[in-house]
């Protein structure tokens, strides 16, 4: 008896009305694997609901059955037709092709039987995956007029702006993010604040973005330049820039909702955007010859973000400089250079190394052990479900038998993986990590090498070091 895997996925509520809903997939299913000896765990049933099928990383079950089968928890996957796996004939052959060569699992479309070592059936399915493609680009395009037309007509295409609520498909106010969006505007038109002290102001307030994040400066910039907040609707087809705010092929038109600010504001608004030059920059390249050989590896503890040059020989959060962090500590450089030389040093005369971020190689043996044992529990959990659904009747003893020797045979085979794998070597890192900080330790010494010889080669023995504004402390993680 095999272990299959279940893939539902519905992404309207046409295809539900046309039979694609999940109950009725997860039926169909069901009596499939009934007649083909195939043994369908619920814990193996993924659904993805109300997702398209044109991008695999945009579905979350999908991505999850993916991690699943790599840890090799069942034989085939079965899915209603070939369109619910993926409408992306890319995706569909580098997924399945990974799943057949490196797993030995099979997609199976219970409503297009193919032998998958058949010539003939190779074609027919590449043929399956060309029209579900098709089917899905000329989906796509048809509702991309249909956005147009609706857009042309005022009516709402995306999810509402901060200041608005949805109802009946229409934009409503806010009463208390109204009076937020009447704030920025006017703290940056008429009082003449920075939007990163903006962002700080409303931050202390506890407002939060549609999103549930702290503002930013950023997010005041888009604020900003939302035409909304004067009753227009803004439409970029194909957008890929969020803050392109010059894109010739972005449409506005007059919208059905009620005006937060008015035109006056906007206009005031809007010109002095255009006078303001910091947005307008182009992009920074990377800097080769940093000020400190520290560029990079301190960060704010508090928000994660990188502590970036303040007065040229301190750092502060970068952070707190665009507004959503309450960090406004500085660290002298040179202080930071002593504070990590001596942690530098105590880590090689005692040893003392409380974090170790895994590297790749490590990672992936550590997983791997950490998988096989996590698997083995879940087979503890199986023996007791299959039991307890032979005491209450669901199984009979035959069926309850059959689980049972499934579970012992998978049972057999982790514990002999298991023993072939290796534990994570925590003790040889340590030793590495105090062998290369010696060598470390010299450079960082030696004042006739450069800063940015000496950025390079902390970065390879230091992973990141967290500030602590509340202890005044460092905390290091080794590579």
Sequence with gaps: MKIGAVYRRVSTDEQAREGYSLSAQLKAIKKYASEHDIFIDPQYIFTDEGISGRKAKTRPAFMEMIKQAKAKKFDVILVHKFDRFSRNREDSVVYKSLLKKEYGINVISISEPLDPDDKISVILEAFFEAFAEYYSLNLSSEVKKGQLEKHSEGELQTNPSFGYNVEDNKLVINSEETEIVKLIFEQYAIDNLPMMEIARNIN???????????????????????????GKLRYTPG???????????????????????????????????TKNNKWKKPKQHIDSNPKHWTKGLIRCKECGCTMVTCNKTKLRCNGYNKGKCSNSSTLSIEEIYQLVINTIKDTINNGTI?????????????????????????????????????????????????????????????????????KPKAETRKHEIIENGKKVYEILNNENISLKEKNEIVHILINKIEFDSNTNTLEVYYN
């Design 239 to 273: 957008r890929r820039d969020a803050y392109n705010f010059d894109d010739p092929n972005t449409i506005i038109t007059n919208g059905k909702h009620t005006p937060i600010i008015s035109n006056e504001l906007w206009d005031m608004t809007q010109t002095k955007l």
């Design 204 to 230: 202390k307030l506890g407002i939060k973005t549609k999103r549930g994040n702290k503002f930013e400066n950023r997010t005041i910039y888009y604020i900003l330049n939302n035409p909304v907040y004067i």
């Design 354 to 422: 409380n974090h170790i971020v895994p590297n790749k190689k490590e990672k992936k043996e550590t997983d791997k052990y950490s998988i096989i044992k996590h698997q083995l529990e879940q087979i503890k959990d199986k023996e007791k479900r299959i039991k307890e659904a032979y005491r209450d009747g669901i199984d009979t003893l035959e069926e309850y038998k059959e689980n049972k020797d499934i579970l012992a045979k998978e049972k057999e085979r982790l514990t002999k993986e298991l023993n072939n794998t290796e």
